[in-house]
């Protein structure tokens, strides 16, 4: 079956530490994205991609960089985590025209002590 | 830039009964509108959607209804069954790949 697959699916570390989040989709799908859903369920977009460029970047902190080699993986670097990034990330993938279907991977979900 | 409002937090319902989650967006360019379900400790799962050249679409136990003019959109789920429940989240898509999404419906069905 095919999907779209995150790891780790969990992360703790320290405040001032790096971390990196994979995503691969096996789909066919030209657009990726990464959505941070926070303790209280909130979901908002961080980043699309469509064949493996940047299309959207939403007003997060520049500690937050997105890394992708081809269209079917899309990487979330964070670099000196903090407090506040503690939450679940999800990336899903889509085809290449908008307004259609996305599908989600199950999640990251990183805890920051 | 975009905001949907979804205006249930919560909602119990007994089985059998009809569930409704009612939404609201701002933005008239706004012209796809998905629901997605997510089921305790899992990610979310697209259910239904509908596009703005339509005013209702069915599927199965599943209604979505859609008032451009109002700009509110709302999901109906008939004959609720305890599988259910989950939290939905119904969403905005303006066409530039990304989706506005509400902030949750916890509905639970109460057998």
């Known amino acids: 079956e095919t999907a779209v697959f995150q790891t780790p699916n969990y992360h703790v570390t320290q405040v001032g530490n790096e971390v990196s989040f994979n995503c691969k989709q096996t789909?066919?799908?030209?657009?990726m994205y990464w959505y941070k859903q926070d303790s209280k369920k909130l979901l908002k977009i961080m980043f699309s991609?469509?064949?493996?460029?940047?299309?959207v970047n939403e007003t997060v902190p520049r500690r937050f960089s997105p890394q992708s080699s081809d269209k079917a993986h899309l990487n979330l670097r964070i670099k000196s985590v903090e407090p506040e990034d503690s939450a679940v990330y999800l990336c899903?993938?889509?085809?290449?025209?908008?307004?259609?279907?996305?599908?989600f991977g199950k999640g990251t979900r990183l805890t920051v002590v | 830039g975009e905001k949907v409002e979804q205006h249930e937090s919560t909602l119990s319902v007994r089985e059998g009964d009809s569930a409704v989650i009612n939404c609201t967006y701002t933005?008239?360019?706004?012209?796809?509108f998905p629901w997605y379900k997510q089921e305790a400790g899992k990610s979310l799962h697209f259910v239904i959607d509908?596009?703005?050249?339509?005013d209702r679409k069915q599927s199965q136990r599943l209604i979505v209804l859609l008032d451009k003019k109002a700009k509110r959109f709302s999901l109906h789920i008939t004959a609720t069954q305890p599988e259910d429940s989950a939290i939905y989240f119904c969403?905005?898509?303006?066409?530039?790949?990304?989706?506005?999404f509400g902030a949750g419906t916890r509905l639970k069905v109460i057998a």
């Open positions: 899903a993938s889509s085809r290449q025209n908008a307004n259609t279907e996305v599908f």
């Open positions: 789909l066919g799908h030209d657009t």
């Open positions: 991609y469509n064949n493996k460029q940047l299309i």
């Open positions: 969403a905005a898509d303006t066409g530039n790949y990304k989706y506005v």
């Open positions: 933005d008239t360019a706004s012209s796809y």
């Open positions: 509908i596009r703005s050249n339509v």
